[in-house]
């Protein structure tokens, strides 16, 4: 198994507490990104990390929402005090800049319920 | 704000027909476009894209269309297969700062009857 690697695979939690998802890119892959999936609808940018540049932050909803990507491998997409919007199903990918900068790999997603 | 559309949330085909996923864009500034497959449970899986200086491409019983001019383009497939059964995203790329992103439609769901 190469691809892409989310956990967990669910999560069920209370309102207002923290959760973590945990993404695990393709070995050697320096772009790796977040969005969310909420029913029925299409994939809503959350963020992006390239290499060691500053990562472009501008799809998260609110600053209850943060993620930082160690050593330009696993990510971790943390929201804080959870709402029940937050509800959805958290995809994350990962790119290789050399082998073509827009095919994106996901994972399968980890999917977020709040109670 | 510019966004990326789909013209039907929902199709059903019988098996061994082909099929037609429609996509509208209005970012004519998008150069790049990519049509990918969610089955059920899964992420998204690459099928196939198209630069903005062609017209037609074709894969392994996929081909995308573009027509730029009225920013419009399609995937057709082409003896549907059970196994095609899954929601179909188009995807736009826009060139934002530094950084790539795809803006996806809300995606169309293909269903292949026996």
């Known amino acids: 198994g190469a691809g892409v690697s989310q956990s967990p695979s669910n999560k069920v939690t209370e309102k207002g507490k923290d959760v973590e998802l945990r993404c695990d890119p393709i070995s050697g892959h320096t772009a790796l990104y977040w969005y969310r999936q909420s029913l029925g609808q299409g994939l809503e940018f959350l963020i992006y990390?390239?290499?060691?540049?500053?990562?472009?932050k501008s799809g998260l909803p609110s600053d209850r929402f943060s993620a930082e990507r160690t050593g330009g491998s696993v990510s971790t997409l943390t929201i804080q005090r959870t709402q029940q919007e937050d509800s959805a199903v958290y995809l994350c990918a990962s790119s290789s800049q050399r082998g073509g900068q827009h095919e994106q790999f996901f994972g399968p997603g980890t999917r977020l319920t709040v109670l | 704000g510019e966004s990326v559309g789909l013209h039907l949330p929902t199709l059903s085909v019988q098996e061994g027909d082909n099929s037609i996923i429609n996509c509208a864009y209005s970012?004519?500034?998008?150069?790049?476009f990519i049509w990918y497959k969610q089955e059920s449970g899964k992420g998204p899986q690459f099928i196939i894209d198209i630069r903005s200086n062609m017209d037609k491409r074709q894969g392994q019983r996929v081909t995308v269309l573009l027509n730029k001019t009225v920013k419009h383009l399609s995937l057709q497939i082409a003896a549907t297969q059970p196994g095609d059964s899954a929601v179909y995203f188009c995807?736009?790329?826009?060139?934002?700062?530094?950084?790539?992103?795809?803006?996806f439609g809300s995606g169309t769901q293909l269903t292949v009857l026996p």
């Open positions: 990390f390239q290499g060691n540049s500053a990562p472009d």
């Open positions: 995807a736009e790329n826009k060139y934002g700062g530094s950084a790539r992103q795809l803006t």
């Open positions: 970012n004519s500034a998008s150069d790049y």
